[in-house]
């Protein structure tokens, strides 16, 4: 037995030991389940003493049924979503429930609680396992069935209701989605500030899907985490629609707009024909939002959309495109064409889908139509004579405009990659994202004037010859084929081309990562980075005052400016000690609720949130490849889109199966099933 005031085994005590805290009356307010003993002075929980489930220790007590003297909000926040509360509330609602039913039967009262049936929690542990591992939904009555062969004890006494079957499948996910959606819930209303990450997608029949994820921050421990929110089928229309979906979203789980602070869309489609209508509307709505685009996954960065209006750049799309569908299938003898084929696999190129490609965009792609481009052209001349197709192709590829295009894309691809990468470290410093850009964009400026390597190196290989009759200009050969269209008239439209090309990307890319975003995050760096701080203490002084003026007026609304300025020389000073500490170190330490730093400057604990809450990391990253990958092969298999987004929650967000709470699942599903039986929802 624990003594009261005691925390059981498993669970450390939080008591600030240094400071006297006093119970808040105004906790009971928002904590229903709390009571105090006035006498002892200790806090309950009603709940978990009524059910006294056991936790994973497998003890029936925790600090809240035993009484705890952990007067702190975080506390109550921990406790209010950790499985042993929530499987309390399960049991508490399943014994309400049950005497509902047995209403008029005083005889059968006398139950306290009833258990969570193991052969329930059996199929649906298999439910959740199959969504993990992305197995279809027909196979569970096999994997069922297996499991009794192997003598799975819960199965063998299948004593459960009607309700689990096989053909329930979908139902069962749904309740999985709702528990795992309710802990989002928890962690956004807990969180200080939340990011917002949209990414479009369009499938083979045309159909927009948007998929929404979300960054939040705990105050508990100051550590981030990203949830997938769903995935909303789009009718065809303009910005409205997407604003009006992700208003939806943001009602549905609670999202006040004073919390969303940043937004980042994560597809070139969505940024290209629809991002300057979301991001003013919701600016409009969220005050402190600021928008950084296709900053968490990197394969978008290139604003292939963007640049569509460039008319040769279609043209050498339909080029490239017709030599993939021509050779993707040949199986004669060179190493280029098997390259060719082993980018469709690489990239996962779907051939088959009526959505156009984007062939600028795909470094593999274009790299290898360059290495194979002297062994294309000779088939294609050997085939031209019998096929057309073969012909205007050949015609196509020995053009000087098709070779010193491709080149351009082999100098622009490689940097936007390198950009990409940085953005899925996951402790990016964010001291380097502005020069990072300023760079990019410096570099392509340099090369509408001065030609880029592979380029360059082109120009240089080419072997001028005259012409037999001597007359006309020359003859110009690359790699033993003459290319055709050489004319000064030629050359001139390529350097307009190359001009408006390498503008086209360079304002695209100005354009995902405004000025005003970039100095913001400048300026978060500026403060909250140690490794940034001037190495002598006597230059500590000015330092940064500048860059948090600019950080106090953004977020003027929630921070108090002249406390922060008051606070800013001992703050400095302090960060100065710590420079062994990271970006994400350092602000972690500023939210964490029980830190000193955090009660001593509560204006920069304020703007650190807002700078965990900006969408990075490889964490997100995956979680968003993932969701593509899923909706891509989720479709491929269901006529319909019903269930998918439960699909995809439990498979992106789905903790391992030891971790999950599956009596409040199982709560869910008998509620969504049984007619008059009472909807429980954990708030």
Known sequence: MVPPGKKPAGETSNSNKKCKRYFNEHWKEEFTWLEFDYERKLMFCIECRQALVKNKHGKA?????????????????????????????????????????????????SVIKVEVNPAKVAVLTTVYWMAKEEIPDEKCSSLLDFQKFNLCQALLASEHSEYYQPGSVREMQAAIAKVLHNEARHRIKASPFVG???????????????????????????????????????PAGEASTVVGKVGEVMRSFGIPTMKMTWLSADSASLVAERLGG?????????????????????????PAEGVVSIEYLQQYETTVDAVYRLYSSFRGEGDGLRELRSVLDLCEIDLGSTRAIRWTSIF?????????????????????????????????????????????????????????????????????????????????????????????????????????????ESRLYYKGVELANCS??????????????????????????????????????????PKCYPQSLEDIA???????????????????????????????????????????????????????MHELFPDFAVLAAI????????????????????????????TKDEGLSDLMKIAIDGPAVHEFDFALAIEYYESMREPGFIVAQVK
């Open 61 to 109: 007590e925790n600090a809240f049924t035993v009484g705890t003297d952990n007067f702190q909000r975080h506390a109550l926040l921990r406790h209010v979503t950790s499985g042993a509360h929530r499987q309390a509330l399960a049991v508490n609602r399943e014994q309400l429930a049950f005497e509902t039913r047995v209403h008029g039967h005083p005889e059968l009262r």
């Open 196 to 234: 917002l990450v949209v990414d479009e997608t369009v499938d083979v029949l045309e159909r927009r899907n948007l998929t929404v994820f979300t960054t939040t921050v705990s105050p508990c421990n100051g550590q981030t985490a990203a949830a997938f929110l769903g995935s909303f089928e789009l």
């Open 278 to 302: 979301v991001g003013t509307a919701l600016t409009s709505l969220c005050p402190l939002l600021a928008e950084m685009h296709c900053l968490a996954h990197g394969s978008s960065l290139l």
């Open 364 to 472: 593999p792609a274009v790299e290898a139509i360059d290495s194979s481009w002297p062994t294309l052209v000779l088939l294609l001349e050997s085939e031209a004579e019998r096929s057309p197709v073969a012909h205007g192709l050949c015609e196509e590829l020995k053009k000087f405009q098709f070779v010193a295009f491709t080149k351009i894309l082999l100098d622009v691809l490689p940097i936007f990659q390198k950009l990409s990468r940085f953005f899925q470290i996951e402790d990016f410093d964010l001291s380097i994202l502005k020069p990072i850009v300023s760079s990019t964009a410096t570099t392509l400026q340099a090369q509408k004037s001065t030609s880029g390597q592979n380029l360059q190196e082109f120009l240089n290989e080419m072997n001028e010859h005259p012409r037999d009759d001597g007359e006309g």
């Open 488 to 529: 000064q008239v030629h050359l001139k439209h390529f350097e307009h081309l190359k001009e408006s090309y390498l503008e086209s990307v360079r304002g695209s890319l100005l354009d995902r990562f405004p000025g005003s975003v970039l100095e913001a995050v400048s300026s978060f760096s500026a403060i909250f980075n």
């Open 542 to 596: 000015s330092y940064g005052v500048s860059e948090l003026n600019f950080l106090l007026q953004a977020y003027s609304r929630v921070v108090v400016s002249e406390r922060a300025r008051s606070d800013f020389p001992l703050f400095k000073r302090i960060v100065f000690s710590l420079g062994q500490l990271s970006f994400k170190d350092l602000c972690v330490k500023l939210v964490y609720s029980n830190s000193e």
């Open 611 to 638: 700078a965990l809450a900006l969408p990075l990391g490889s964490v997100l990253a995956e979680k968003i490849n993932r969701g593509r990958e899923l909706l891509k092969r989720g479709r491929s298999r269901r």
